[in-house]
């Protein structure tokens, strides 16, 4: 085997190696074949910015002059971004493209193949090829998969890409002794799905025992790699039935118009973008810019480490909610209802200069918890009794009891509140309470943080009413008479209510993740 007149690896790369400081190779398909110019650029720099922030060296590859690139400078990645005259080079044109000089972007399987002569092991990814769906009469498998079963390389990803017959995908991968992996994930990851419904018989609690897998692996002398699945971030996963539904129409159209081979791929992935109005990639590039932006002016201005941003969404769009037909669905790419929790969970970023990490909070929260979130990290002093919220990163509760202090998301319906909890859901609707897994509550749960509910309303009205806050604040023009409280109203048992959430609440209600 002769690689010194066709392997390229960068000084910085190599020097990685040969001190056995973790590489983490990356592919160049994504960046020619599967995002727009100039988008791709930003998302090429970002990426290699991650894998350095998380103490790797990147190692982009690409086959360029003749050359098996591994990491590519400033200049080579605009070229594979431009994606003039750049082919799609899978383990068959590998030596082509090296014998012509032709520029091609590395798949899975190339990338796997270069890493490899490298001498890296691991490569990230977004999804692998695998068994397309019709393949019982096509017969088109993706050489990812045997790529896998052969070269020692452990790809990262978030799973295999939904545009695939996933189940076959599986079967295809255990003949061929390949291990699937999960990330802390009991199921397979569909790309945009956190879930595909086809389970994976192991979930690794961390990084950590991916490593201790993969080095038993190499260490007896098994050939190939393997697949962990890393599910995208809840925040900007789409809904497994909506995405399918997409898919399937954008297969029908590939085979109307006998689309297949390596073509197969971009065509569905350009097609369910257009499908779906590629509204949230825009959206995010947009806000990522907007940040960005910011944070450079906040820093050439000096006063970055002093600078608090507090950023959430108030409600989703009421507006785009009409009698005929639900916009919202469309926008979001998840199918529910304004009775779904789903609806309403957005994100709540909490951004300083002088963080030294960032930290994330799941426990439920909403609108209301923002006030003494924030009062407490800035060390104020306030009358807890002026507010309805807690503190999201407190811990002084016990998941499965019910308590005055612990997390509390309400979400008011004609049928009554339903609400969530750090112990589970109740669906009003539905009078049912669904517990979080390995919790356990008490008969009388439901029942006792439902009593909770209506004292918080109650009091809340009194505190308006009354203007309780001019009270404590010592306002001269504060109502100092307080009346006894209303008892709350009971909800409504009407079956053929409708089943809407009262907009006269929702501004205040949301669930989500806390990132600070």
């Not at 050359?67 to 082509?96: F, I, P, Q």
């Not at 017959?165 to 799905?193: H, I, K, M, N, S």
């Not at 923002?370 to 009794?385: A, K, M, Q």
């Not at 509140?417 to 919790?439: E, L, M, V």
Request: proline letters at 5%.
């Amino acid at each position: 085997m002769n690689l010194k007149d066709y392997l390229s690896v960068t000084p910085e790369i190599q020097e990685a190696i040969d001190a056995g400081k973790p590489v983490v190779a990356l592919e160049s398909t994504i960046l020619s074949h599967g995002m727009p110019y100039p988008q791709n650029v930003e998302f090429a720099h970002k990426v290699e910015e991650i894998v350095r922030a998380e103490g790797a060296v990147p190692a982009t590859t690409a086959i360029m002059g003749g050359k098996l690139k591994v990491g590519l400078n400033a200049e080579e990645l605009l070229v594979m971004c431009k994606a003039e005259g750049v082919g799609k080079v899978s383990r068959r044109d590998v030596a082509v493209y090296l014998a012509t000089s032709m520029t091609g972007a590395t798949t899975v399987a190339t990338t796997m193949i270069i890493a490899s002569m490298a001498g890296i092991r691991f490569f990230a990814t977004g999804g692998i090829g695998g068994v397309h769906r019709g393949a019982e009469k096509t017969m088109d498998i993706s050489a990812d998969l045997q790529e896998l079963a052969n070269t020692p390389v452990c790809v990262v990803c978030a799973g295999a890409k939904s545009i695939l017959d996933l189940g076959l995908t599986l079967e295809y991968l255990e003949t061929q002794g390949v291990p699937v992996l999960g990330l802390r994930t009991d199921e397979l990851p569909a790309f945009y799905c956190r879930t595909s419904g086809f389970k994976l018989d192991y979930n690794c609690k961390d990084e950590e025992t991916v490593a201790k897998i993969m080095k038993a692996k190499w260490d007896i002398g098994l050939k190939g790699g393997a697949v962990v699945g890393n599910p995208i971030p809840e925040q900007y996963a789409m809904d497994p039935n909506y995405m399918n539904g997409i898919i399937d129409k954008a297969v029908a159209q590939a085979n109307a118009e006998h689309i297949h081979g390596k073509a197969i791929t971009p065509y569905l992935l350009a097609h369910i973008k257009d499908m779906t109005e590629g509204k949230s990639f825009a959206a995010n590039l947009e806000l990522e810019y907007a940040l960005t932006y910011l944070l450079e002016q906040l820093e050439a201005a000096g006063i970055a480490d002093d600078t608090v941003i507090c950023m959430t969404a108030d409600h989703y769009p009421y507006a785009l909610v009409t009698d005929e037909v639900d916009y919202y669905q469309e926008l979001s790419g998840k199918q529910d209802s304004e009775l779904d929790i789903s609806r309403y969970k957005n994100t709540w970023l909490l951004w300083s200069g002088s963080m030294e990490s960032s930290v994330t909070v799941r426990t439920p929260c909403s609108a209301i918890d923002i006030l003494p979130t924030v009062s407490n990290l800035f060390g104020l002093e306030f009358d807890s009794r002026l507010m309805s919220g807690h503190d999201v990163f407190a811990q002084n509760y016990n998941a499965s009891q019910a308590s005055t202090c612990m997390p509390l998301v309400i979400l008011p319906t004609n049928r009554g509140y339903s609400w969530i909890t750090a112990a589970g859901t109740y669906d009003a609707k539905t009078r049912t309470f669904t517990p979080n897994p390995g919790i356990t509550v008490a008969d009388d749960y439901v029942k006792t943080v439902s009593s909770l509910i209506d004292a918080k309303y109650s009091y809340a009205r009194q505190l308006i009413q009354y203007d309780y806050a001019g009270v404590v604040l010592h306002h001269p023009q504060a109502t100092h008479v307080m009346a006894a409280p209303p008892k709350p109203p009971e909800p409504s048992t009407d079956e053929t209510a409708d089943d809407t959430v009262n907009e006269g609440y929702v501004d205040d209600t949301g669930t989500g993740d806390t990132t600070e």
